[in-house]
């Protein structure tokens, strides 16, 4: 593991109106590992995951991405960065319901200006990789709930991301299918060496990661990385 | 083994006579299985006997006239205990259980015992889930249940967390 | 358990609730329904008054009319001898009754209580009006007469008509004036022109036809939402009828709210009808009395056919629950039915690509097929834009996501858009035929100025000597030429004048006295008997044919002849004809001419070149129907921004999520450009082509050239494209909102 974390949360702070959903956050994210960030629901594990990738702004606190701030950058810079650099996986209704899977899939490649045939040739490998090359054709009104999680994960992986922000991926699974997704998501992040930040409150999900941390009341109580 | 750390840390909030012991970890830990008066007894024995309290003898004489008080070795001994992880494994509750209330009882971080318990528990799953991933059907299956265990207690120690003010406002009134 | 009508009505009143239950939301939606229902019973209602109110006015016109004359009434004390008259004045058309009593008990006419002897007049109060406004000087000059009294309203057409009484003692029995005993014989039908029929007819199918349409999608607004909430009930065990009255509940009340503003609309349409109505369009208040049968058709009927849209439109919901929540795809739409309406419609335009002279039985053959045909595009519309997008292919993600939602699921954005289709459609057919007719009424001669831009028909034979005194005497009469018309045999004129004023009639080319044109079908060389005079005269073989100059159609044979050409001929003119030019620069000098023309001789007629009333009237047609099409545009953009709103707001948590993947706004406003953009390209391409279709057949039909309307085209495509741009730049503000990262939350 590297010494240098890729990702830093230091002492940030968020309010939405009254309630306080980050009052002193601090984090690291390593690169290639997997950090498991857990707490009670209402923590603030959402708000700092979102912190993290750049799409909400601390109102105070710093976040930092290898040498660069985050606060400092502008807000279609940290769109391409998220574009580039990042992947999301989150609960459940993620997919455009109209595109194909496979569309899905390929459409962040797309976004990053990826030609069609290429886009649609790796988003197809991917769905091989998450074992869910049937659905290539389908829409995600007409998969279930496992395999639409399976192409959530092709799709985070797909432009080969540094960090991969899983928002409780298997929160509207059952615990067979959450395990198969969780497999087979973790494989795929360790072979193409990006770190993932996994948002649960399920142990048995938490038990893919390698690090955990623990949110509550807005603070994060993180566990050192190993050796 | 956690009956005397028990009594050891009930000692830490001043000293006491034996059937005050019982008493209180009667009142605190022994919902369905009270102590038998002779095991705080020999318990005692086995803790002054250790150097881990000490007896101040009031005047008159007979076991009931003795009062026990803990010594410095002991409350590190309790210290230590209560911060060291147990070994994840089934049917652990009580351990735990004993220990979260005997940190709100001396003011010690209970939130802490929670955390570092449930970093213990996931370290185990984190192997058995790899064991499980990389083994065949068997070592699935066995793992499984042994994490089910685990995710259990975990949950329970996430409740556990969360009520974390009542139980201390409970524990000491 | 509450059974049968009672639950019934619990359940139509579960709908009407629900309608409103989702706050402002459902209040807005609810809102634009009723307002969509009401613009169409406003619509609908003053449709339905026109007939009333033009039949009221007819039956006061009749009571006045003297069209019907006999021979055989026998001058007495009670008869009149009568002329009919006119003049205008700037935009002023008057026209009046010469009145003449033969003995002492004269017939009054209706509205009138005192008999205007000679010198005197009678006015309508609009006309009193105006002459007594001070700028109007040569107005009060015209008939050199006293106004002895006002019209009452029971002899007028309406309040603003401009009509007189006008006492004489010039007319004479003799000369052929007609002798009446009494007022209200009206026998002779109005004499419109079959154009003019048609034309109304099809600017009401024009205008009606698209605000149904657009009343049929206005139930629809917001449907999607209303879907979801009852694939939710059904789900929970509601069953399939009683989703059905609960979804009937919702558009009733829409459906009733609407019918109220419409009245109240249609309401401020009289008022305005009668505060400014003018010609032909004056009306009392009392006249603006819907036909009560039409006016029930539409109160039973809006409601009625509202719930039933709904319901054709609820087939989804209530077969497949499932499919609304899961948003699973829809059944691919079947052309075969949606041609029979357009290919009847066709059918039914077909003959009168033969023209539509000589038929009488054409007009519900028209309106007909014209309805057919348009509400068919309607029906085509969906199938078209599906069969489009279907083939519709990648290129930036932008364009693939509008696409790909457009294959989803192309209903919603195509029911507005076929609004927009049909009216286009409509206004161009309307359009087209009347820039048909225009060129018609304004034959290419007279785009270049006119020499002689005034031209005065004497009614009486006065003497030529008496009129170029009186022409030399009027003030802003620069020259003026005299053309003597004399008929030969039946079917041709001579028309005997100077060469410039022979120029205004053909393309002469050179032209020296002594010269001879023939034009229209007249050849060189032919012998001519001239009129009464019974001498004959024969055109030289040094004829030249020309080209007709003329806005009127020819009514035989023209010759054209030089003073010297003819001179050694005894010549009795048939009418003689005097063509003026004013003097540009004085402003007033047309109707000091007008004047002349009248103090001289009340029955001629003086036309001006500059001022074709015909042009003028299909130019204000035509300006109407345009400004109706664009309101109505509009109105369907404020619908199309409901549709893109209410999908953005269904569409939140994927766009969060394509926002935190880093999508781009540009990307994704420009696919909310896309969508709206590609049914409404599609839309304007059916709408140009059929409305040019209906267009050609309408032109043939009335014999014009054909054009094709560019300007028509140029305007509604680029309202077209203001919509399209207007709709997505509204929709940015919602797309901005829904994309922050709040929405990411899993509710
Ligand atoms: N967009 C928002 N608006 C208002 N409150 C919010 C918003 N997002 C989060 N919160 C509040 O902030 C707190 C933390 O939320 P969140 O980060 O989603 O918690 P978690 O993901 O740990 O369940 C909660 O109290 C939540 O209600
Ligand atoms: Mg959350």
Known sequence: MADQPLLTADDVHLSFGETRALQGASLHVYGGEVLALMGPSGSGKSTLLHCLAGILTPESGSIRYGDRDMATMSDSDRSTLRRGEFGFVFQFGQLVPELTCQENVALPLRLAGAGRREAHRQAASWLDRLEVPDVAAKRPGQVSGGQGQRVAVARALVTRPKVIFADEPTGALDSLNGELVMKLFIAAAKETGAAVVLVTHEPRVAAYSDREAVVRDGRVREQEPAR | MSVSFALLGLLESGPRHGYDLKRSYDEAFGRDRALHYGQVYSTMARLLKNGLVEVESEPGDGPDRKRYAITDAGITDVAEWISRPEQPEPYLQSTLYTKVVLALMTGRDATEVLDTQRAEHLRLMRALTKRKNDGDLADELICDHALFHLEADLRWLELTAARLDRLAAQVRP | ?747
């Not at chain 3, 629809?220 to 789900?235: E, I, T, V």
């Not at chain 3, 044979?557 to 620069?585: E, Q, R």
């Open chain 3, 1 to 747: 358990m509450i059974r049968g009508p009672r639950r019934w009505l619990f359940e139509l009143g579960l709908g009407a609730r629900m309608s409103v239950a989702g706050g402002r939301a459902g209040w807005f939606r609810l809102g634009l329904i009723a307002i969509g229902v009401g613009l169409g019973v406003a619509v609908l209602l003053g449709a339905a008054t026109v007939p009333a109110a033009i039949a009221a006015s007819n039956a006061r016109t009749d009571a006045r009319a003297i069209d019907n004359f006999d021979e055989d009434v026998v001058k007495g004390d009670d008869t009149l001898l009568v002329s009919r008259t006119g003049t205008t004045f700037g935009d002023y058309a008057f026209s009046g009754e010469m009145l003449q009593a033969e003995g002492s008990r004269p017939p009054l006419p209706p509205g009138v209580t005192r008999f205007p002897g000679p010198g005197e007049m009678v006015v309508s109060p609009e006309l009193d009006r105006l002459m007594r406004e001070p700028g109007n000087a040569l107005l009060r000059e015209r008939w050199d007469a006293e106004v002895i009294g006002v019209i009452g309203d029971e002899g007028l057409s309406g309040p603003a008509e401009l009509f007189f009484y006008l006492g004489t003692d010039t007319l004479s029995a003799e000369d052929g004036d007609p002798r009446i005993e009494g007022f209200g014989d009206a026998t002779i039908e109005q004499d419109v022109v079959p154009i003019f029929v048609l034309l109304t007819l099809v600017g009401m199918v024009v205008l009606l036809i698209p605000v149904m349409v657009f009343m049929a999608s206005a139930v629809r607004f917001g449907d999607q939402s209303r879907d979801r909430r009852l694939a939710a009930l059904r789900l929970v065990g509601a069953d399939a009828a009683m989703t059905r009255r609960i979804a009937a509940g919702e558009t009733l009340a829409g459906a009733v709210v609407g019918l109220l503003i419409g009245g109240l609309l249609w309401v401020g349409e009289i008022l305005l009808a009668n505060r400014y109505g003018t010609g032909a369009l004056s009306f009392y208040l009392s006249d603006l009395r819907p036909v009560p049968l039409l006016v029930a058709v539409i109160v039973v009927g809006v409601p009625v056919v509202a719930v039933l849209v709904t319901l054709s439109a609820m087939r989804r919901v209530v077969v497949e629950p499932l499919g609304v929540t899961r948003m699973s795809v829809t059944v691919r739409r079947r052309l075969w039915w949606r041609l029979i309406l357009p290919l009847v419609g066709l059918g039914l335009l077909w003959p009168l690509y033969q023209g539509i002279d000589g038929r009488s039985d054409y007009e519900a053959q028209v309106v007909a097929g014209m309805a057919f045909l348009l509400v068919g595009i309607s029906l085509l519309l969906p199938w078209l834009v599906e069969a489009v997008v279907r083939r519709l292919g990648g290129g930036s993600p932008a364009w693939e996501l509008a696409v790909r939602r457009l294959q989803f699921d192309s209903g919603t954005a195509v029911r507005s858009v076929s609004g927009i289709a049909v009216s286009v459609a409509g206004v161009l057919a309307m359009q087209g035929i009347v820039t048909g007719i225009e060129s018609l009424y304004n034959g290419s001669g007279s785009a270049s100025a006119v020499r002689y831009g005034m031209e005065i028909l004497p009614g009486t034979d006065l003497p030529e000597r008496t009129w170029t005194a009186a022409l030399d005497s009027t003030p802003g009469v620069l020259e003026y030429q005299t053309v003597r018309m004399v008929r030969a045999g039946d079917d041709a004129t001579l028309r005997i004048g100077s060469c410039p004023v022979l120029q205004q009639f053909a393309r002469l080319g050179e032209c020296r006295d002594g010269d001879v044109f023939a034009l229209d079908g007249a050849a060189p060389g032919a012998t001519y008997t001239l009129g009464e005079s019974g001498s004959s005269w024969t055109s030289p073989a040094t004829t030249r044919v020309v080209d007709s100059k003329s806005d009127v159609p020819a009514s035989g044979a023209t010759v054209l002849v030089t003073p010297s050409a003819i001179s050694g001929v005894a010549v009795k003119p048939d009418n003689t004809y005097f063509y003026v030019a004013l003097d540009p620069g004085a402003p007033q000098a047309v109707e000091h001419l007008r004047n002349t023309a009248v103090g001289l001789d009340l029955q001629a007629y003086v036309f001006s070149y500059a001022n074709s009333t015909v042009r003028d009237a299909l130019a204000g047609m035509r300006d109407a129907l345009l400004v109706g099409s664009i309101a109505l545009l509009f109105l369907i953009g404020a619908s199309m921004i409901v549709n893109v709103a209410e999908q953005l707001r269904e569409r939140r948590k994927v766009l969060a999520v394509l926002v935190a993947f880093g999508t781009r706004r540009r990307t994704l406003s420009g696919s909310v450009l896309y969508q709206v953009a590609i049914p409404v390209a599609l839309g304007m391409i059916l709408a140009v082509s059929v409305g040019t279709l209906l267009a050609t057949i309408l032109m043939v039909a009335v014999d014009a050239p054909l054009t094709v309307d560019w300007f028509g085209i140029g305007t509604t495509s680029a309202i077209a494209a203001i919509v399209v741009l207007g709709t997505t730049a509204a929709g940015l503000p919602a797309l901005w909102r829904l994309t922050r990262p709040g929405n990411l939350r899993s509710e």
